[in-house]
């Protein structure tokens, strides 16, 4: 019983000193331990009479509990002073690239979809567009009906679909949503431009990812022409590629253009001679584009009768594919940083 009265004091002195999480397991295995002066008293306990276990048992085991509870408690202590004195000095600003070297890491870059989609904003702002956003979870008025693909047309199966089990939402399929929102908030003349993530339930290869991104945009005004158009288009896929590049444009259909056309790129990645990224045809569907049909203006709240416009869909990862000679898409998105730590840094 001497022993354990003097305990709690003879333990709470030598707490005082501790100041350090390896100290303080020390201090714990030398309490608590097998070899500690409590287990040392339980097991002098084996000769002593019934009163003797009871009490000085019960005594062992309280100092014990209460002991356990100092040492949980300075446990929390000294941890949170540790973290706190890592965080201090780990501190690192991430804006200060030379720093960032000078500690033999690499510096964070965008990636090349962020970079291309960059700078396609910048060529647009800097011909009076606005940048648009829109909610990649739709729903069908959005996606299909006020661009006049209404229910049972046969179009809505071009764009292989993810709906929600409501059958009514669905993740967007394409970013031409964000025309029919920016229609309904503006008056004429306007033009913008919206890019975003779209997704597909489809096969991948080396052109098709189910998710990929897209960089919709759209002109409307009193006298807007298919000259136009060419005129952007081509303005944007020189500025991209810093050259002039091979476009051919054919008719292409798009219930919510007409008439509508599928722009494609000579491909960049064989030079035209056939490759799986072209599907060995030398040219790569990029850029579907077409005058607003009717009825997508009238959906928009705008009267056909007084305006037109122009709408495209750019791809943007098969962009990237061009612009950096990636022959597979699978790579964009595969989050391998060998991959995308060739990219433009900060
Ligand atoms: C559309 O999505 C239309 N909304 C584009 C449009 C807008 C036409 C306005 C007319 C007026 P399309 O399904 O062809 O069209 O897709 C547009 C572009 O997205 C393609 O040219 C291609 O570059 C890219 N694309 C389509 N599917 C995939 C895919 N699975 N993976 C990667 N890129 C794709």
């Known amino acids: 019983m001497q022993v354990l009265d003097q305990l709690l004091d003879q333990f709470n002195s030598e707490l005082k000193d501790i100041h350090r999480v390896p100290d303080l397991l020390n201090l714990k295995s030398k309490y608590l331990g097998k070899q500690g002066p409590?287990?040392?008293?339980?097991?002098?306990?084996?000769?002593?009479?019934?009163?003797?276990?009871?009490?000085?048992?019960?005594?062992?085991?309280?100092?014990?509990?209460?002991?356990?509870?100092?040492?949980?408690?300075?446990?929390?202590?000294?941890?949170?002073?540790?973290i706190?004195?890592?965080?201090?000095?780990?501190?690192?600003?991430?804006?200060?690239?030379?720093?960032?070297?000078?500690?033999?890491?690499?510096?964070?870059?965008?990636?090349?979809?962020?970079?291309?989609?960059?700078?396609?904003?910048?060529?647009?702002?800097?011909?009076?567009?606005?940048?648009?956003?829109?909610?990649?979870?739709?729903?069908?008025f959005h996606n299909f009906e006020a661009l006049n693909i209404p229910d049972t047309h046969p179009a809505r199966d071009m764009q292989d679909t993810f709906w929600f089990a409501d059958k009514k939402h669905l993740l967007r399929t394409h970013t031409s949503t964000i025309q029919?929102?920016?229609?309904?908030e503006r008056k004429p003349p306007f033009r913008f431009v919206g890019p975003g993530k779209v997704f597909r339930c489809e096969r991948t290869d080396a052109s098709h990812e189910m998710v990929f991104h897209q960089l919709e945009g759209m002109m409307v005004g009193e006298n807007v022409s298919v000259g136009n158009l060419i005129y952007f288009m081509k303005t944007l896929l020189t500025e991209i590629f810093k050259k002039e590049v091979e476009v051919r444009l054919r008719p292409g259909f798009f219930p919510f253009v007409e008439p509508g056309f599928e722009l494609d790129i000579k491909c960049l990645i064989c030079g035209g001679k056939g490759c799986s990224v072209c599907k060995h045809v030398g040219w790569v569907e990029l850029l579907p584009c077409g005058m607003v049909h009717p009825n997508v203006l009238k959906a928009g709240g705008i009267d056909p009768e007084k305006y037109n416009g122009f709408a495209f869909g750019l791809g943007l990862d098969r962009l990237v594919m061009m612009r950096y000679g990636i022959d597979d898409i699978r790579h964009i998105h595969g989050a391998d940083l060998r991959f995308n730590s060739q990219f433009k840094s900060f």
């Open 84 to 140: 706190n004195e890592a965080l201090s000095k780990d501190k690192i600003d991430f804006s200060l690239t030379d720093s960032i070297r000078d500690l033999g890491l690499q510096a964070a870059g965008f990636h090349p979809v962020s970079i291309i989609q960059r700078e396609i904003e910048d060529i647009f702002v800097s011909m009076g567009f606005e940048v648009l956003d829109g909610p990649h979870i739709e729903d069908e």
């Open 180 to 184: 029919v929102r920016g229609m309904k």
């Open 38 to 82: 409590i287990s040392e008293v339980m097991k002098g306990l084996k000769d002593a009479t019934v009163e003797q276990k009871k009490e000085i048992g019960s005594k062992a085991n309280i100092l014990k509990n209460q002991i356990e509870t100092i040492l949980n408690t300075k446990m929390e202590e000294l941890e949170l002073k540790d």
